[in-house]
């Protein structure tokens, strides 16, 4: 009796460790699987540090992850300008859009008013880049710059550029990139913003 007790005491066990042992084989292949890790993002951007070619600001082909620069890659006018204007292939610009006009960026189109196909490498925006950061006759026959400081944004003009930097980028060199370089790019063609980053008020 004690023995047939016993057995079927272990039969029991036996089964219930089975038992829980299968619903926790079940439960591994319900569990939500993991997101996958974000992918990283080509973007158009600027820094405001001059190159060791003399250029006196810094075109890049940005790798963002989460919102980060993890690389860059400089790039010429030139390129820069054709293949933000989608005339020529991109990694930052796949859908081939022309994105001087998406955001409002005068004088950089793909096409010309007279609706000739040009490259538009004389775009009137990134060669006055210089102006954020430096005052006084710095380019000849671009004008005098807008920076409140000889060699820098003074303060006040630090604080506005901060608006077209995230906040993991608190230093005015940059970078700049996506979205918000292009608002700079658009602003920087409004007089009235141009009054207002030079002069305050």
């Not at 190159?51 to 810094?58: D, K």
């Not at 005339?87 to 001087?100: M, T, V």
Request: with cysteine; proline share 5%; net charge negative.
């Amino acid at each position: 009796m004690g023995a047939a007790t016993n057995t079927c005491l272990c039969l029991r066990v036996m089964r219930g460790v089975v038992l829980v042992v299968s619903v926790l084989v079940l439960c591994s292949f319900h569990q939500p699987h993991p997101k996958p890790p974000a992918y990283a993002r080509f973007e158009f951007g600027f820094s405001l540090n001059p190159t060791a070619q003399g250029e006196m600001y810094a075109l890049f082909m940005y790798t963002v992850l989460d919102n980060k620069v993890v690389d860059s890659r400089p790039m010429r006018v030139g390129t820069y300008i054709l293949q933000m204007a989608g005339l020529e292939e991109s990694r930052a610009n796949i859908e081939g859009l022309d994105l001087f006009e998406e955001y409002g960026i005068a004088g950089c189109a793909a096409y010309s008013e007279e609706g000739q196909l040009h490259t538009g490498l004389d775009c009137s925006s990134i060669r006055d880049l210089w102006k954020l950061r430096y005052r006084g006759a710095a380019v000849e026959g671009r004008g005098t710059g807008w920076a409140g400081e000889e060699y820098r944004p003074s303060d006040r003009q630090q604080i506005l550029l901060q608006a077209y930097r995230g906040d993991d980028y608190p230093h005015w060199h940059g970078p700049y990139f996506g979205k918000d370089a292009l608002r700079l790019l658009r602003d920087m063609q409004d007089p009235d913003w141009v009054r207002m980053y030079r002069d305050g008020g």
